[in-house]
C-alpha cells in the first residue's frame, strides 16, 4: 500500500518535471526530499508533520589520492565529491521485521522503513557515488556508498561535507566537541550561545583539543520554538572515523566534522565502502525520542553466538578508589617496583590498596550475600605506580597480580558462591602496547575464569598524534570487541568512542563509558539534571555504565580530603536504575552505605538488569524522565523517575499493568523534607495495592526522583 503510494508520488513529481525525488515514512507523518543543485550537488531535506525540519543540506566530501609521493604535487591529487553529479537512477523498496536483541530495554524490536537508494555519477570524473536514505517512523538514516569503480580504488577523505540545515535558533544540549572525551557536564543554550558559552578551559586541559569554537559532538539534541524536538547522531560506526558537528551561527547550519588522525587526514577508504549512518530523529513528542530504534535498526544483525552473553549487576571496590579512600597502586615507592618484576619483597605496601585479599573477599561475601553477579577489582595489576601522564609506552602486561592478590584464590573463592570477579584492563591509552598483549590478555582471563572486562582509555592515545575517535581508535575498539567475542569475553569499554548501536551486531559490549558517569560527582559534581539529559544523548548510541546507587552523598565522610557532594536525592539514585537502561548496572556505594539504608538497597537487589517491554510515561530533556520497565524474567513492573531542577509532581498512570490484576507497589520517592545538598538521604517507602486503573501522584524535589516496584499478587 505505501509503496504504491511512493511510486504515485514519484511519478507525479516525474510528471511535474521537478528535478527531485521525495521518500515518506511508513506513518506518512516524515518526508524527505532528495534533489540536484544547478551545480550538481545532492541535497536532503526533511519535513515531519508537512514542517520543514532540515533546510536543503549538501551531502559530499572533499577526497585526495595522494598517498605518498612528492609533496609539491600534493595538491593535485585534491578533489571535490561533492558537486557535478547526476542522478543515473534510484530505486524505492520498504521493510518490515521484528528482530529480538540479546538483551536490551524489550524483547522485540520492529524495524520498519522504507528506502530511496540512489545512483549519481559524478560528470567530469565518471566517479559514482550512491547514497541510501532510510526514513523511519521516528526518523532519518542515511550513508554513502562508494561502489567499487576503476574511476576510484583507494581514497582518502579530506571532509565529509554532510550538512543539517536547521530552520532557527533551536535550543540545544550540548557538549563541545573535542578528541579524548565526552566527560563533560552538558549545557543548554540557543544555538547561537554555542561559540559564547564554550568553555575553553573544557579543551585547553586535554589533548588535541577543539577544532572550532563552534564544535559540538553528538548526540546532540534540540527542540524549535513550535515544540518539535530534533536528534543528530550516527549509527555503525565502523572503520571510519567520529563525527562531530561544526556549527555556522550564521545560518544555524552543521557540517559534519570527522576527527583526523596524526596527519590530518579522516579516514582511508577502498571502494567498494560505505560510510556510517547519519541519523536524524524527529518528533513534537520528547518520548518518541526515547523510543527510537534507529540506532540499533540501522547496525547489522548478530554477528555472533551470544548464548554465553548475560546481563550483570555488579559491585566493585572502585567507589573507594574514586572518592580517594583508598588507592589502586600498591605502594608509593614508583623505582621498587618494575614491570614484570613480581619480587615486591622490598615493597611497602600501602595500607589503602584496596584490590587486597581480605577486601576482595569481603566484597564477594556481601555480593553472594545480596545476590549480585560479580565484583569488579581495579588496581589489582602492577604498572599502576607509574601508569599517567608521561605518554610511557609500555605500562601494563595485564597478567602480573600484586603481591596482595591472589588471583586465583579469589577466583575459586568467588566461584563457589556463584560469583564472577570482572577484569580490569586499564590501557593508559597505550593502545599499541594493549593490542600487543591483547590475545594473552584474554586468555589469562579465561585461565583464571573472567568473563567480563572493564577496559578504560585514560590520557592522550599512543601511537602519538591518534585520539580517541580517529578511524585508528574505531578499529581498536571494534578489533577489541570481536576479539574479546572469540574469547567469550563481555566488555565495558570506559573512555572509548560514544556508541553507535554496534551491540546489536556484538551484544558482547555490554556497556560504554563515554559520557560524564558517577565518578564525576566525586570530582566536584555534575549538573542536578544531568541524568535528565543522558538518555537523550549518550545513550541513543547504546547503554551506559553509569555506575548508580550512590547512598552517602557526602563524600567527605568516605575521604577528608575530597570535598564533593553527589547532586542528587537517594530516591533519585534507584530511579537511575530504570531510566538509564544498561544491562550492566553496578550499585557503586560502599557496603557500609547500603548497610545503614537496607530499605532502599532492596531496591537495587530487586531491579533487573533485561526488560521485555519498555513504556516512556514522561520525558522533557533537561528536566524529567520517568519510565516504566517490564522484567525479562517475572511478571514485576518496574518505573523509575529522575527529575531535573524544579520541583514537580508526576503522574503516573498505570494503565501499562495487566488488567484484572492487583499489584503490590512498593515506592521508594524522595521525603518531604528531601533537598540534594542539604538533605538528600531522606526518603519514605510507601506500600500499596494498585490496579491498571490507579494513577500514582508522586512529589519529586529538584535532582530527586523515585522507584517503584509492581509485583503482582497471586491468585
Ligand atoms: C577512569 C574510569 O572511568 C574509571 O572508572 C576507572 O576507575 C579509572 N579510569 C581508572 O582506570
Ligand atoms: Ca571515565
Not at 538514516?141 to 533551536?170: C, M, S, W
Not at 560514544?498 to 570530582?523: D, H, K, M, V, W
Not at 557496603?591 to 530487586?606: H, L, S, T
Request: aromatic share 14%; charged share 20%; hydrophobic share 35%.
Amino acid at each position: 500500500m505505501h509503496k504504491i503510494l511512493i511510486f504515485t508520488f514519484i511519478f507525479l513529481f516525474s510528471i511535474l518535471g521537478l528535478n527531485s525525488q521525495t521518500l515518506i515514512s511508513p506513518s506518512n507523518e516524515i518526508e524527505l526530499v532528495f534533489s540536484i543543485s544547478d551545480r550538481g550537488e545532492p541535497l536532503y531535506n526533511l519535513y515531519f508533520k508537512g514542517k520543514e525540519v532540515i533546510k536543503p543540506s549538501t551531502l559530499g566530501f572533499e577526497i585526495s589520492t595522494y598517498f605518498s609521493g612528492f609533496s609539491f604535487t600534493k595538491n593535485d591529487f585534491l578533489s571535490n565529491y561533492s558537486s557535478d553529479f547526476r542522478l543515473l537512477q534510484y530505486t524505492i523498496d520498504s521493510y518490515d521485521e521484528t528482530w529480538s536483541p540479546v538483551w536490551g530495554e524489550e524483547s522485540a524490536i520492529r524495524n520498519n522503513y522504507n528506502e530511496l537508494f540512489l545512483e549519481l555519477e559524478q560528470e567530469s570524473t565518471g566517479r559514482r557515488l550512491n547514497i541510501r536514505f532510510r526514513l523511519f517512523d521516528t526518523g532519518l538514516g542515511f550513508r554513502y556508498e562508494v561502489p567499487e569503480q576503476k574511476e576510484l580504488g583507494h581514497f582518502i577523505i579530506k571532509n565529509e561535507l554532510t550538512e543539517f540545515a536547521l530552520t532557527g535558533d533551536h535550543m540545544a544540549i550540548w557538549i563541545p566537541g573535542d578528541y579524548d572525551s565526552q566527560e563533560y557536564d552538558y549545557n543548554t543554550t540557543r544555538l547561537s550561545e554555542i561559540g559564547s558559552t564554550f568553555d575553553v578551559a573544557y579543551t585547553e586541559n586535554v589533548s588535541q583539543s577543539s577544532f572550532s569554537k563552534t564544535g559540538v559532538q553528538t548526540s546532540l539534541q534540540m527542540k524549535t520554538d513550535d515544540g518539535i524536538y530534533i536528534n543528530i547522531h550516527e549509527a555503525e560506526l565502523v572503520d571510519y572515523s567520529t563525527m562531530h558537528l561544526n556549527l555556522d551561527t550564521n545560518n544555524f547550519t552543521f557540517t559534519s566534522w570527522l576527527t583526523p588522525d596524526a596527519i590530518g587526514n579522516r579516514a582511508y577508504m577502498n571502494s567498494p565502502c560505505k560510510t556510517p549512518w547519519r541519523t536524524i530523529i524527529v518528533s513534537d513528542d520528547a518520548r518518541d525520542i526515547l523510543a527510537s530504534r534507529i540506532t540499533y535498526n540501522l547496525n547489522e544483525p548478530l554477528a555472533i553466538d551470544p548464548s554465553w552473553i548475560k546481563p550483570i549487576k555488579y559491585i566493585g571496590v572502585w567507589w573507594e578508589m574514586i572518592t580517594g579512600k583508598s588507592s589502586w597502586s600498591y605502594t608509593d615507592d614508583f623505582k621498587s617496583v618494575q614491570l614484570g618484576d613480581t619480587d615486591y619483597t622490598n615493597a611497602v605496601r600501602k595500607e589503602n590498596h584496596a584490590a587486597n585479599n581480605e577486601n576482595v573477599k569481603f566484597h564477594i561475601d556481601f555480593a553472594a550475600l545480596h545476590g549480585f553477579d560479580a565484583v569488579l577489582v581495579e588496581g589489582w595489576n602492577i604498572g599502576w605506580e607509574d601508569w599517567f601522564g608521561n605518554s610511557k609506552e609500555y605500562v601494563f602486561d595485564f597478567k602480573t597480580p600484586y603481591p596482595d592478590f591472589d588471583i586465583k584464590e579469589l577466583n575459586d573463592y568467588a566461584h563457589e558462591k556463584g560469583v564472577e570477579l570482572i577484569m580490569h584492563h586499564e590501557t593508559s591509552s597505550s593502545v599499541r602496547n594493549y593490542e600487543r598483549h591483547l590475545d594473552e590478555a584474554y586468555s589469562f582471563m579465561n585461565e583464571y575464569g573472567y568473563n567480563a572486562v572493564k577496559s578504560g582509555y585514560v590520557g592522550d592515545i599512543i601511537p602519538r598524534g591518534e585520539t580517541h575517535y580517529g578511524q585508528y581508535m574505531i578499529n581498536h575498539y571494534n578489533y577489541a570487541i570481536k576479539k574479546a567475542a572469540e574469547y567469550k569475553i563481555m566488555i565495558n569499554a570506559h573512555e572509548a568512542v560514544r556508541p553507535t548501536g554496534i551491540a546489536r551486531t556484538y551484544p558482547n559490549l555490554l556497556a560504554n563509558e563515554s559520557a560524564r558517569g558517577t565518578e564525576y560527582q566525586a570530582f566536584g559534581g555534575s549538573k542536578p539534571n544531568h541524568t535528565t539529559i543522558l538518555p537523550f544523548t549518550r545513550q541513543i548510541g547504546g547503554p551506559m555504565d553509569y555506575t548508580p546507587g550512590i547512598f552517602e552523598m557526602d563524600i567527605s565522610k568516605l575521604n577528608p580530603y575530597n570535598g564533593s557532594k553527589v547532586n542528587t536525592t537517594l530516591a533519585n539514585q534507584l530511579g537511575l536504575y530504570v531510566i538509564m537502561y544498561s544491562p550492566l548496572q553496578m550499585a557503586a556505594d560502599l557496603p557500609e552505605n547500603y548497610m545503614r539504608f537496607m530499605d532502599a538497597f532492596q531496591f537495587i537487589k530487586n531491579v533487573p538488569v533485561e526488560w521485555s517491554k519498555s513504556i516512556y510515561l514522561e520525558a522533557e530533556p533537561g528536566e524529567y524522565v520517568t519510565i516504566a520497565r517490564k522484567d525479562k524474567n517475572s511478571d514485576n513492573w518496574y518505573v523509575g523517575n529522575s527529575n531535573g531542577y524544579e520541583e514537580r509532581i508526576s503522574n503516573v498512570s498505570l494503565s501499562f499493568l495487566d488488567t484484572n490484576t492487583t499489584y503490590n507497589a512498593m515506592i521508594y520517592k524522595d521525603g518531604n523534607d528531601a533537598n540534594y545538598s542539604s538533605n538528600p538521604q531522606s526518603y519514605i517507602i510507601d506500600t500499596k495495592f494498585v490496579t491498571s486503573n490507579d494513577t500514582l501522584m508522586i512529589n519529586t524535589v529538584p535532582a530527586g526522583g523515585f522507584a517503584i516496584e509492581l509485583s503482582p499478587m497471586k491468585k
